[in-house]
């Protein structure tokens, strides 16, 4: 018994539902908003099914339409997320320790390989979002919003009420944090 390609698809889409719901709840904090943001997301590819028209990978196009939907649970619950930025809000500069004045490391990362190799790896993303998930809720919060919503400066600050110097320390560190974790976890086991 061969199934529809309409019953194929739909299967597909379910098999990507536990990663979509994890970047949903990774970014929104909230099992039922992430919950609704998947459903909608599911529910988009479904009513629309012919959108898809295999130029990517189905998971990298829903998550495209997830990043939309995630965007519009933030407008629409902002007022109720928590914006405390860890316990201290200032720049502290022993933080800031591990670069030079000139921006430049000051002691060299490992060596990383290959990263356009890596980075398709399905088992380097593991450690990744394992990565991710370990960030403090707030700067992962940020992180997300930043580098995989592709969100603004100017459009994080005003849905956070940050000033960009706090942002611009939150995302350094959480940038340094992701660093250790990867070097740790993946670039030292490598070799």
């Not at 997320?81 to 933080?95: E, K, N, Q, R």
Request: aromatic content about 8%.
């Amino acid at each position: 018994m061969t199934s529809s390609p309409q019953a194929t698809f739909e299967q597909q889409l379910v098999d990507h539902q536990a990663g979509l719901l994890r970047f949903a709840r990774l970014q929104l904090r909230n099992q039922a908003w992430a919950e609704d943001a998947v459903s909608e997301t599911l529910l988009a590819a479904l009513a629309k099914p012919q959108a898809f028209q295999s130029r990517s990978q189905l998971k990298t196009w829903l998550v495209g339409i997830l990043k939309h939907k995630v965007i519009d649970m933030l407008r629409l619950h902002g007022r109720e997320i928590s914006t405390s930025m860890d316990d201290d809000d200032s720049v502290d500069m022993l933080d800031l320790i591990g670069f030079k004045p000139d921006g430049h490391f000051a002691e060299m990362p490992a060596e990383w390989g290959n990263p356009e190799q890596d980075l398709s790896s399905q088992q380097f993303m593991k450690i990744m979002d394992a990565c991710v998930e370990k960030l403090p809720a707030a700067q992962g919060r940020l992180f997300l919003m930043r580098e995989w919503l592709e969100l603004s400066v100017e459009e994080i600050c005003k849905e956070l009420n940050l000033t960009a110097t706090n942002l611009y320390v939150q995302l350094h560190r959480a940038r340094l944090r992701l660093r250790e974790c990867l070097e740790h976890n993946w670039f030292a086991t490598t070799q």
